[in-house]
């Protein structure tokens, strides 16, 4: 069917100019400039299709969602660094330009970089918030809180159904079942399960009912462990005056929560571990301070014995040095006698040749016999006197050996190890009555410190029902809330007719 051209069309065409018309490639060429112009490079999200690989190296596919699609183009120098191999119905995010192919006329998208949809928009997320936080000194060193050596409560910020608490309070049944647990409840992954474990470590550090916290859940994917790289449970971990074990995931799982924390453990069983001391190593400890002491003094002892032993066998024996004492004394009183006979035969040699001289000396054989008896006398006093100087001196000798005997040197220090173990002993009982009066007095001023003796004088907790958020201010709540308060003995579960906030 022909077209109509009226006469005024006829006269609209002739008075165009010919550089009015454009060519097909400078429109396609300006339509490009425009859209490239206008367009920054940009991120989109899609699902590959049509996916073409030549020899070439280039990749040609098509991104669509549920309403458009698109053709992209990615250049063989960029794929290169591509991680992965790229598969038709693969969710992707894209960095690309937006072009117009001019030799087609087509409109399409230069691919600059590629990555797998969902887990690489969030370790983008992670690697940001990461850096950001540590600019801010929330993983340095210096803030780091040390776990008490013997915790007497432990709570557990975590999901109750899990097989994380499970796993962690097996180890503490196991390693340390004095130890007091608290299970804080909170959604570990979902839609809010951020600000559940935020709140729930806030609550534990207002209520100071806990000397150590684990915070953390099992493993699994980087999405489920997203509610751990949250900045707010990592400024509620960072402002948290309790020290705070971070187990999240397995060993190879790292979250923002593990960096802020004070101690990373690589799975919640390992936290436990790192929190509950083992009893039956501590006794081990003990037993085996016992049985050092008990070798240290039985190598005192035996020490003693043998210095004993080596005095006393350098010490002569009694009866020996005696028995030598009466050799002794029995040769003086032989050579004694010897020279009495000598001096007496001399005596009666001399008396004989005086008498052989004289004729009738009655008078001169009895004043000789006079002087003979006086030296008779004067010879056996003087024997005697002797055999009583030598008696003296062995009785002398005789006590002095009494006194060195070994087993008055050997009961000597029988005394003193006896004296020392009495010691040990006294000395033992009082460091455990000074450990016993500083446990009492430390459970004294736990006791003067606990949220429950405020609730024994008439005070109470008020909760949202739903959150279970402890309301302050009259304010936060409105007609109709449910409300969950707390006495010392109880719960009431009530509905707020009516509130009245303070007049600033």
């Known amino acids: 069917m022909a077209s109509l051209v009226t006469p005024s069309d006829r006269q609209t065409?002739?008075?165009?100019?010919?550089?009015?018309?454009?060519?097909?490639?400078?429109?396609?060429?300006?339509?490009?400039?425009?859209?490239?112009?206008?367009?920054?490079?940009?991120?989109?999200?899609g699902e590959v299709?049509?996916?073409?690989?030549?020899?070439?190296?280039?990749?040609?596919?098509?991104?669509?969602?549920?309403?458009?699609?698109?053709?992209?183009?990615?250049?063989?120098?960029?794929?290169?660094?591509?991680?992965f191999t790229p598969e038709n119905g693969m969710q992707v995010l894209l960095r690309v330009r937006v072009t117009l192919y001019e030799g087609r006329g087509e409109f399409q998208l230069v691919v600059e970089h590629m990555e797998e949809a969902g887990s690489g928009a969030l370790q983008r997320?992670?690697?940001?918030?990461?850096?950001?936080?540590?600019?801010?000194?929330?993983?340095?060193?210096?803030h780091k809180k040390p776990l008490p050596a013997f915790p007497q409560t432990v709570g557990i910020v975590s999901s109750p159904d899990g097989a994380a608490v499970h796993d962690i309070v097996s180890v503490f049944r196991r390693r340390a079942p004095s130890i007091h647990l608290i299970i804080y409840p909170v959604a570990v992954q979902g839609q809010g399960a951020a600000a559940q474990i935020a709140q729930a470590i806030q609550t534990a550090d207002a209520r100071q009912e806990c000397d150590v916290l684990i915070v953390g859940r099992g493993g699994g994917s980087l999405e489920d462990l997203w509610s751990f790289n949250e900045e707010l449970?990592?400024?509620?971990?960072?402002?948290?005056?309790?020290?705070?074990?971070?187990?999240?995931?397995?060993?190879?799982?790292?979250?923002?929560?593990?960096?802020?924390?004070?101690?990373?453990?690589?799975?919640?069983?390992a936290a436990a571990e790192l929190a509950a001391p083992e009893t039956r190593q501590l006794l081990q400890t003990v037993q085996a301070s016992v049985s050092r002491m008990h070798r240290y003094l039985l190598q005192t002892l035996q020490q003693q014995h043998r210095q004993l032993s080596f005095l006393k066998a350098r010490l002569p024996k009694p009866a020996s040095r005696l028995?030598?004492?009466?050799?002794?004394?029995?040769?003086?009183?032989?050579?004694?006698?010897?020279?009495?006979?000598?001096?007496?035969?001399?005596?009666?040699?001399?008396?004989?040749?005086?008498?052989?001289?004289?004729?009738?000396?009655?008078?001169?054989?009895?004043?000789?016999?006079?002087?003979?008896?006086?030296?008779q006398s004067r010879l056996q006093s003087q024997v005697h006197w002797l055999i009583q100087q030598h008696q003296r001196n062995s009785g002398q000798l005789s006590q002095r050996l009494q006194r060195c005997l070994p087993v008055n040197e050997l009961e000597l220090h029988k005394q003193h190890c006896n004296?020392?173990?009495?010691?040990?002993?006294?000395?033992?009982?009082?460091?455990?009555?000074?450990?016993?009066?500083?446990?009492?007095?430390?459970?004294?001023?736990?006791?003067a410190v606990s949220p429950l003796n405020t609730l024994e004088r008439g005070y109470s907790i008020t909760q949202d029902a739903g959150s279970q958020r402890v309301i302050t201010d009259a304010a936060e709540v409105n007609s109709g809330d449910r409300l969950d308060i707390r006495l010392s003995r109880g719960e009431l579960h009530c509905q707020v007719i009516s509130s009245r906030p303070k007049q600033s």
Not at 53 to 70: C, E, N, R, W
Not at 129 to 137: A, S, V
Not at 438 to 443: G, P, T
Request: aromatic residues 6%; contains cysteine.
């Open 419 to 447: 004296q020392l173990g009495k010691q040990l002993h006294s000395g033992f009982v009082l460091s455990l009555k000074q450990r016993e009066q500083r446990l009492i007095q430390q459970m004294r001023t736990l006791a």
């Open 323 to 375: 028995q030598q004492h009466h050799k002794e004394l029995h040769r003086l009183k032989q050579q004694l006698q010897n020279a009495w006979r000598n001096q007496l035969q001399q005596r009666q040699q001399q008396l004989d040749f005086q008498s052989a001289r004289l004729k009738h000396p009655r008078s001169m054989l009895a004043l000789q016999q006079q002087r003979l008896k006086h030296c």
């Open 49 to 83: 299709s049509n996916l073409a690989m030549p020899g070439s190296g280039h990749i040609y596919f098509t991104l669509k969602d549920a309403a458009a699609q698109v053709r992209c183009a990615m250049f063989r120098n960029r794929n290169q660094h591509l991680r």
């Open 233 to 269: 449970v990592a400024r509620a971990i960072f402002a948290c005056q309790i020290p705070i074990i971070s187990a999240v995931g397995h060993e190879i799982d790292y979250s923002i929560a593990d960096f802020v924390a004070d101690v990373r453990a690589p799975t919640p069983s």
């Open 125 to 142: 997320a992670y690697e940001a918030l990461k850096q950001r936080l540590g600019l801010e000194g929330l993983f340095d060193a210096a």
């Open 13 to 45: 065409l002739a008075s165009r100019s010919v550089k009015d018309v454009y060519p097909v490639s400078r429109l396609v060429r300006e339509a490009r400039v425009l859209l490239e112009g206008s367009f920054p490079l940009l991120w989109v999200e």
